[in-house]
């Protein structure tokens, strides 16, 4: 087997031209030195047929650019947020930029080591979705002017470009379609957290409560943390079908949430939605394999990751480039799971 590095000048000789001309070509510059058409076709065919592999290290030396992005994720076992990265990955190779990622699993210490080692790593830029007592981190990269975009949550405090989706209209929304479907009680369950989008979540929510003259019983929006998930959602639902006032319908602030929930809502042998109608953020397969399809908010995914990849390499192409912040509006998908009660009786 030949071990031989295939050089710019291996391809030169097979091509009959000069190293100069092959280097243009396999760097993209073959239409700004005015390299003809099937020229420029006949040494890509050649560079592929010999397998020529870049030297990426001596170019990053010459250009001081690695041509890397480091994507933080909050969850990587979270599907919206699997899928995200694999839209992020798709959209930056697109315009040759490989992407690193690591998970925070919602911990900023792991999230802050992350940084550290993508730092050292020399990547160009960024894209994180923050976890919660992250505002440190992002201070520090704005300090050192380390290009970063914000995706799927930011820090209402801090001047940051941004992507992310507009959780307050969705679970406004979310409230509202339940409420029209004709469920009185109505219930949240959310992460104990001090992260904005999930507080805008809650707030969207008692919102469309309020303004469809319903009381906001403290019984009906539960709080659970992250690290205590399973436990935490089977208390929230048992305190929640359990008293005076029992809910007849739950908002899941997110896919992990709602997985937890309908899990143990099926051990309880609770129907959805004749006994408990369902809306949940996030979308998954699952939704769809669950006995009465859920309904849900859907997220602008693939605009939100599209668009975090083209706010970055606008900033890498021009650090001064003006701040962005974008919100995406979610769509909620109507499922069997919030089917309104008058229907439900007629059938």
Not at 51 to 76: E, F
Not at 214 to 229: A, S, T, Y
Request: contains cysteine; positive net charge; charged residues 25%.
């Amino acid at each position: 087997m030949n071990t031989k590095k295939i050089s710019l000048k291996d391809i030169a000789v097979k091509a009959g031209v000069s190293t100069a001309l092959v280097s243009y070509v396999l760097n993209g510059k073959e239409k700004e030195s005015r390299v003809g058409h099937e020229i420029a076709k006949k040494i890509k065919e050649i560079a592929s047929e010999l397998n020529y592999q870049p030297n990426h290290l001596a170019k990053s030396l010459r250009s001081g650019k690695t041509h890397t992005i480091g994507l933080v994720i909050a969850d990587i076992s979270n599907p919206f947020f699997a899928n995200i990265a694999r839209v992020v990955e798709d959209e930056a190779k697109k315009s040759g930029y490989t992407v690193i990622i690591g998970s925070s699993d919602e911990k900023a210490e792991k999230a802050w080591d992350l940084l550290n080692v993508l730092i050292n790593r020399q990547v160009d830029g960024f894209i994180i979705v923050s976890s919660e007592h992250s505002e440190s981190h992002i201070r520090y990269l704005k300090e050192r002017n380390i290009p970063f975009i914000l995706l799927d949550r930011h820090f209402p405090d801090l001047q940051t470009d941004f992507v992310a989706t507009n959780n307050y209209k969705a679970s406004y929304d979310a409230g509202v379609h339940l409420v029209k479907g004709g469920y009185e009680r109505i219930g949240l369950i959310a992460y104990k957290s001090d992260m904005y989008h999930m507080k805008e979540r809650i707030r969207g929510y008692q919102q469309a409560l309020r303004d469809h003259h319903f009381d906001l019983n403290p019984n009906w929006l539960k709080q659970v943390r992250f690290e205590n998930i399973e436990m935490e959602v089977k208390i929230a639902i048992d305190e929640m079908i359990s008293s005076k006032d029992k809910v007849d319908a739950i908002i899941f602030a997110t896919y992990g949430l709602a997985i937890n929930g309908l899990k143990y809502i099926n051990e309880l042998k609770l129907k959805v939605p004749s006994d408990l109608g369902i809306v949940s953020f996030g979308q998954a397969e699952a939704f769809d394999l669950y006995y009465c399809p859920i309904t849900y908010l859907k997220q602008p995914l693939e605009m939100l990751g599209k668009t975090s990849v083209e706010f970055l390499l606008e900033k890498l192409k021009n650090p001064d480039v003006g701040m962005k912040q974008i919100l995406m509006e979610a769509k909620l998908i109507a499922r069997e799971s919030s089917a309104a009660k008058i229907l439900q009786k007629v059938s």
